[in-house]
């Protein structure tokens, strides 16, 4: 019965070095103890996928709105540009057209002058053939009434 015994404990010691290997190595290691978490994880990813699209479609339509923004920018600068560069033609075009006419201004004032000075100087010729022809007036009626005064005295003189 010895043998038998020993027969039957040797398969039996062996059963329990096997389940207590068996045993040993079913538990996890420490750094695998996470793995309903990451089983959760998977089964959380769809989620988390929609969350990332959700993102993305938020920063894309914030990036096509700051393009839209940054486009209306670029073209309201390039219109303040254009309206600069016309500005800037226009008081060009203004500055030559005042010196023109300052130039035309000084023109008319010096013909302005110069009619001025003919006008005085016709006044003066004016004034000096009036006194001529006065003159002229009174000498001949001087004369005529000098020439009839002269008579009288003369006629006087014969009667007497």
Request: charged residues 30%.
């Amino acid at each position: 019965m010895n043998k038998t015994n020993r027969l039957l404990r040797l398969p039996a010691a062996g059963i329990a070095v096997a389940a207590c290997l068996l045993l040993w190595g079913a538990q996890p290691p420490s750094a695998h103890a996470g793995w309903v978490d990451r089983v959760r994880d998977v089964f959380q990813v769809p989620g988390e996928v929609d969350k990332l699209k959700e993102q993305y479609n938020e920063m894309k339509s914030g990036y096509d709105a700051t393009v839209e923004q940054l486009e209306e920018t670029r073209r309201q600068a390039q219109e303040a540009q254009k309206l600069t560069e016309d500005y800037r033609r226009t008081q060009e075009q203004l500055l030559a057209d005042n010196a023109a006419l300052a130039e035309q201004n000084r023109q008319l004032a010096a013909t302005l002058e110069e009619l001025k000075d003919s006008e005085a100087a016709r006044a003066r010729q004016a004034e000096r053939i009036k006194r001529l022809i006065w003159t002229a007036v009174l000498l001949v009626a001087g004369y005529f009434g000098i020439s009839r005064v002269a008579r009288y005295v003369m006629r006087a003189r014969v009667r007497r």
